[in-house]
């Protein structure tokens, strides 16, 4: 986090239309909200999405009160920007927890917890010889795509970009509890995707 931009004074320079502040703003959060929105939207779209988040968020500038970070509020508008997208194409995202299916691994453990199947040995000298395999990170990326949308952009906010909690309940106006369940599923389908590719070289 740049702790310059969530200053008073900043915000100060920037509800006085101070447009080197906003080019500072815009040059330090932009590739981030990027990132936000392609979590919802196509690349293209995700762009279009932020360059009219960029001017709404210019527009209401002189009515943020700062109740939230800039960063949160700026994301907040993104996503509006991206489910107003999606709307508009016939298309809705809620963000409440709803029946996505069962956990990848819940097969891999028994009701009280131990290993019913336990993880096959690695193929390689290490975690990291794995972790850097051009094939598995295809892989990966195949599978951040397939991911439900809402699972891709909670995992976005807090591993990619390192978001606190409370900031992502706050941007995506949700509970706690849902946001951790979306993480824990997002991380399940990509930790099941690392163990099948360890055991079979095979997405």
Not at 8 to 24: I, K, M, T, V
Request: net charge negative; with cysteine.
């Amino acid at each position: 986090m740049n702790s310059e931009l969530e200053t008073p004074e900043f915000l100060e320079r920037l509800q006085n239309g101070d447009r080197q502040a906003f080019s500072l703003l815009v040059e330090t959060y932009h590739r981030r909200l990027v990132s936000t929105a392609r979590g919802l939207l196509r690349s293209g779209d995700a762009e279009d999405a932020v360059q009219n988040a960029w001017i709404k968020a210019h527009k209401a500038l002189p009515d943020f009160e700062g109740r939230s970070r800039l960063q949160t509020w700026l994301t907040r508008i993104v996503i509006n920007e991206a489910k107003m997208r999606l709307r508009g194409g016939g298309r809705e995202v809620t963000l409440d927890v709803d029946d996505e299916g069962r956990d990848a691994l819940a097969d891999r453990f028994k009701d009280g917890g131990g290993w019913a199947q336990p993880p096959g040995h690695w193929g390689v000298s290490s975690p990291d010889d794995l972790l850097t395999s051009d094939e598995l990170a295809d892989c990966m990326r195949k599978t951040l795509n397939d991911l439900p949308e809402k699972q891709r952009l909670v995992l976005e906010l807090r591993d990619m970009q390192g978001e606190e909690l409370d900031d992502i309940c706050n941007s995506l106006e949700v509970s706690a509890s849902n946001v951790r369940v979306l993480l824990h599923r997002a991380r399940t389908r990509l930790f099941a995707l690392v163990d099948h590719f360890q055991e079979t070289g095979e997405c």
